[in-house]
């Protein structure tokens, strides 16, 4: 029997709750993931040999937000501004991808997943955008989470484009000190802020789904068709790839 609802598998970090070590994921990608169709399925931080199966139980993956990507992932000394690091989630990501990327299955990732997902690449990451640029926009709000507070530009004609509706101007959340800096050189850039920080890349092969963003459609995405597209390409990406299979 066919499977009606496409596995997405979403990677998460750990936090200290009742002064336990606990699994952690807003509850906002899971939520995201449901409406657009899919099967949500939580993967916590492991090892080499359980990033293949877990990649291989998943017909997508979903890359979440948190903590930041330790420089020594992309062969960088820290910088005095760096936040928290998990070093074993960077780990378990970095096999997610690889294994993902292997068997052709589709990836979305958002906010620390960009970066994890560019380092995972062969690129790197500003570790600290405003130490970086002074005349950077403010990219972690204060605003309520959901609440737009900057615009990016999309590039016409890109795959992040049809997902925004053909959109060139999107106003989205912001939510982090980190960017994407020297780019993977099998990802292109498909979205800016006014600053320059990069807001998108994606594959340079439309097959299958690659794609980053670095704010987070998944608390807008509930009353915001333009970020539930993003979950739905995802589920509908799982779709098109079980039926070639089947």
């Not at 017909?59 to 000394?77: A, C, F, K, R, T």
């Not at 605003?143 to 484009?161: F, K, M, N, W």
Request: glycine fraction near 8%.
């Amino acid at each position: 029997m066919r499977k009606s609802r496409p596995v997405i598998g979403i990677s998460s970090s750990v936090t200290i709750h009742n002064g336990l070590p606990s699994v952690h994921l807003h509850q906002k990608y899971v939520s995201a993931v449901i409406d657009a169709g899919g099967l949500p399925i939580i993967i916590p931080i492991g090892d080499k040999e359980m990033e293949e199966e877990w990649a291989s139980l998943c017909d997508g993956i979903l890359l979440s937000g948190g903590e930041d990507v330790d420089p020594q992932s992309y062969n960088h000394e820290p910088d005095p501004e760096l936040g928290k690091v998990n070093e074993n989630r960077d780990k378990t990501e970095m096999g997610l991808i690889e294994y993902a990327r292997k068997e052709k299955k589709p990836i979305l990732a958002i906010c620390r997943g960009i970066a994890v997902l560019n380092a995972a690449l062969g690129g790197d990451i500003i570790q600290d955008i405003e130490k970086n640029d002074e005349d950077a926009i403010k990219h972690y709000q204060e605003a309520a989470r959901p609440q737009a507070t900057h615009e990016i530009e999309v590039e016409e004609g890109s795959r992040l484009y049809k997902i925004m509706e053909n959109n060139s101007k999107v106003r989205v959340n912001s939510m982090h000190h980190q960017a994407i800096g020297e780019v993977a050189s099998n990802l292109k850039v498909v979205a800016r802020a006014s600053d320059g920080v990069i807001e998108g890349v994606e594959g340079k092969e439309q097959d299958p789904l690659l794609l980053g963003v670095q704010w987070h459609p998944e608390e807008m995405a509930s009353e915001n068709q333009l970020m539930a597209n993003l979950f739905e390409e995802l589920v509908n990406e799982c779709r098109k790839k079980d039926k070639v299979e089947a």
